[in-house]
Every structure is written in structure tokens, then in C-alpha cells.
């Protein structure tokens, strides 16, 4: 039967070979940003998205975890623009679908852009260290209908592909990268068969302090953790959480990555459900100094307010 199971499901995923994700937009209290599309890399020019050149939308495989595409993908570059957001908000991230068969966790991730003067857009991707502040735990939900099982994905799927991020309340002001990634965990029994979709956005923390005077110029604390991670250091090819069979029945599932940071406010998986509309499009910011920042409006550039 296990054999079987493997066998379907590789025939079911032939066709969807190419049928993989990326995320489309961000909702942040009812207004809409919208993320990098590599198949029309100008459409937006006011995308919160890096860019990558990954226009086949696939994935980052265990044997590069150490190589910078599992930051943010095949020749990951920062964006310019930043979607303005409160600590404690909740993010509504839309990702272009996913298929029912790529069970496995929904990760998230965050990095200070510190001592910069532009924000994250000149960022230096090697240098960032990243705290985990959703882990979707328990990730592997329950058995039912045998193995594989009901997974975090399966969550994402039912809520229209989304996912609700809950930003931690105590974020310092300032600039941040947010990486958020699925695990596709189908072909894990498979030597390098896990398949990472890491995707990264800008965001600037706008909420009010005494302490936002310091952004950019100082240590900028995420979640009371002084140190991340490098995205580099995230995973190992050899973690039971990347190297798995799901078509085995399991118990529980060890979530890869570091462990989720002491003041994250994840929403829980139980609690997943759509609770945005869009009611505007959101307009993005460009960081012009430390602490200063400029709306940019779609069909304008950064390049328009350098000098």
C-alpha cells in the first residue's frame, strides 16, 4: 500500500511539474501589496517582492541549503519598496495556489535591515539573520484518510491558498525582511527531495517611539532576540523534518529551523481563516534615510527619488 501511495503520487505530480508558487500579494489591514511576478518582472514597479530569476516558480533542494538561493531563491535581489505595518499587525498572505499533494510546513521568518539608509533595498542577503516567528506547529495536523495525512499546507489550500501571519507586538520601528516558505515534503524519502519555496518581502515597521530616532543606526531587535540565524544555517539535508516519508504513518512531525522566537504571536493553525478583504490598493514606501520614508505610487521608480 505505501508503495502504491508513492507511485500515485508521482504520477500525479508529473503534470504538476511545473504548476509550483510564489506569492502574489500581501493584504495588511484591508490594503493589497503586490509581490514580484517573475513572468512580467515590470509589470510592478512598486513590488514589495525581491526578485529572482526563478520564472519556473520551483524550488531550492536540500543540497543547496548552504548556497544563498535558499535566502530568497535563484538570484534573489531586494526590492526597493517596503509595505508600511504596525507591530502586532496581521499579514493575509496570498501565494498563486499550491497542490494538494505537497504537504508540509508553512514557515516565517524575520530580518532587521539595520544600519542601512535606504531601508532593505541595498541590503546585503548574505549578512541577514533571520528569527523564526511562525512555525505552524503541530505542522502535521492529524492522520486522517491514512498516510500522508492532513498537513499545515492542507490548511493554506482550504483558506484559498493564504496564510495569516501574526506580526510579533513588541517589533521594533524600522526596516524588515520577511521570508516566508513552504516545505513540499512529497519526494523527502527521496535522496535531496524536499523542496523549499522561500519568498521574501519588504516590510517598514512604522509604529511609533522614542526608539525609532535609532533604526538603521543601531542594533535593530526582532522579537527580543538579539541573534538570528543566517539563512543558511536554517536547515540541514539531514533533518528529520526535511529528510521524511509521509506515506509512513507518523505520530508528529519535528518542525525544521530554529525554534520559534519567545515573543512570535503565530496564528495558530486551528485558527487560520480568511479575515481580509481588499479594500484599497496599498502604496508602498521607499526608505530615504534612517528613519524617513516616501510613498511610491505603481508607475513610478526608487530611481525617482535618488540624488
Given at each position: 500500500?505505501?508503495?502504491?501511495?508513492?507511485?500515485?503520487?508521482?504520477?500525479?505530480?508529473?503534470?504538476?511539474?511545473?504548476?509550483?508558487?510564489?506569492?502574489?500579494?500581501?493584504?495588511?489591514?484591508?490594503?493589497?501589496?503586490?509581490?514580484?511576478?517573475?513572468?512580467?518582472?515590470?509589470?510592478?514597479?512598486?513590488?514589495?517582492?525581491?526578485?529572482?530569476?526563478?520564472?519556473?516558480?520551483r524550488f531550492v533542494t536540500p543540497s543547496n541549503y548552504s548556497n544563498p538561493d535558499i535566502i530568497y531563491h535563484r538570484d534573489g535581489k531586494p526590492a526597493k519598496a517596503h509595505?508600511?505595518?504596525?507591530?502586532?499587525?496581521?499579514?493575509?498572505?496570498?501565494?498563486?495556489?499550491?497542490?494538494?499533494?505537497?504537504?508540509?510546513?508553512?514557515?516565517?521568518?524575520?530580518?532587521?535591515?539595520?544600519?542601512?539608509?535606504?531601508?532593505?533595498?541595498?541590503?546585503?542577503?548574505?549578512k541577514l539573520s533571520w528569527t523564526k516567528i511562525d512555525d505552524s506547529s503541530p505542522v502535521l495536523l492529524d492522520g486522517k484518510g491514512g498516510p500522508p495525512g492532513r498537513w499545515?499546507?492542507?490548511?493554506?489550500?482550504?483558506?484559498?491558498?493564504?496564510?495569516?501571519?501574526?506580526?510579533?507586538?513588541?517589533?521594533?520601528?524600522?526596516?524588515?525582511?520577511?521570508?516566508?516558505?513552504?516545505?513540499?515534503?512529497?519526494?523527502?524519502?527521496?535522496?535531496?527531495?524536499?523542496?523549499?519555496?522561500?519568498?521574501?518581502?519588504?516590510?517598514?515597521?512604522?509604529?511609533?517611539?522614542?526608539?525609532?530616532?535609532?533604526?538603521?543606526?543601531?542594533?535593530?531587535?526582532?522579537?527580543?532576540?538579539?541573534?538570528?540565524?543566517?539563512?543558511?544555517?536554517?536547515?540541514?539535508?539531514?533533518?528529520?523534518?526535511?529528510?521524511i516519508d509521509i506515506y509512513t504513518a507518523l505520530s508528529t512531525y519535528v518542525i525544521p529551523g530554529p525554534t520559534l522566537a519567545p515573543e512570535a504571536k503565530p496564528v495558530p493553525?486551528?485558527?487560520?481563516?480568511?479575515?481580509?478583504?481588499?479594500?484599497?490598493?496599498?502604496?508602498?514606501?521607499?526608505?530615504?534615510?534612517?528613519?524617513?520614508?516616501?510613498?511610491?505610487?505603481?508607475?513610478?521608480?526608487?530611481?525617482?527619488?535618488?540624488?
Amino acid at each position: 500500500m505505501v508503495r502504491a501511495l508513492r507511485f500515485l503520487a508521482s504520477c500525479a505530480l508529473f503534470s504538476q511539474a511545473l504548476a509550483h508558487s510564489r506569492i502574489l500579494y500581501l493584504i495588511i489591514n484591508g490594503q493589497q501589496y503586490r509581490g514580484f511576478n517573475p513572468h512580467a518582472p515590470d509589470a510592478i514597479t512598486n513590488s514589495i517582492g525581491w526578485s529572482t530569476s526563478a520564472v519556473d516558480d520551483r524550488f531550492v533542494t536540500p543540497s543547496n541549503y548552504s548556497n544563498p538561493d535558499i535566502i530568497y531563491h535563484r538570484d534573489g535581489k531586494p526590492a526597493k519598496a517596503h509595505a508600511p505595518v504596525k507591530a502586532g499587525d496581521k499579514i493575509q498572505i496570498q501565494w498563486n495556489g499550491w497542490p494538494q499533494s505537497h504537504k508540509g510546513p508553512v514557515l516565517s521568518y524575520l530580518a532587521p535591515c539595520a544600519n542601512t539608509t535606504d531601508g532593505c533595498a541595498s541590503v546585503d542577503k548574505r549578512k541577514l539573520s533571520w528569527t523564526k516567528i511562525d512555525d505552524s506547529s503541530p505542522v502535521l495536523l492529524d492522520g486522517k484518510g491514512g498516510p500522508p495525512g492532513r498537513w499545515a499546507t492542507d490548511v493554506l489550500i482550504a483558506q484559498n491558498n493564504t496564510w495569516l501571519l501574526g506580526l510579533p507586538s513588541d517589533l521594533e520601528p524600522g526596516p524588515y525582511v520577511l521570508r516566508h516558505e513552504l516545505i513540499a515534503l512529497h519526494y523527502a524519502n527521496l535522496k535531496d527531495g524536499a523542496q523549499n519555496y522561500p519568498q521574501c518581502v519588504n516590510l517598514w515597521v512604522e509604529a511609533p517611539g522614542p526608539k525609532a530616532e535609532t533604526v538603521g543606526k543601531e542594533e535593530v531587535v526582532v522579537a527580543g532576540q538579539k541573534e538570528g540565524v543566517p539563512a543558511t544555517a536554517l536547515y540541514k539535508a539531514t533533518d528529520p523534518g526535511v529528510a521524511i516519508d509521509i506515506y509512513t504513518a507518523l505520530s508528529t512531525y519535528v518542525i525544521p529551523g530554529p525554534t520559534l522566537a519567545p515573543e512570535a504571536k503565530p496564528v495558530p493553525v486551528t485558527e487560520q481563516e480568511l479575515k481580509s478583504t481588499i479594500t484599497a490598493v496599498g502604496t508602498p514606501v521607499v526608505v530615504t534615510r534612517a528613519t524617513a520614508t516616501i510613498p511610491l505610487p505603481n508607475g513610478r521608480t526608487a530611481a525617482a527619488f535618488s540624488g
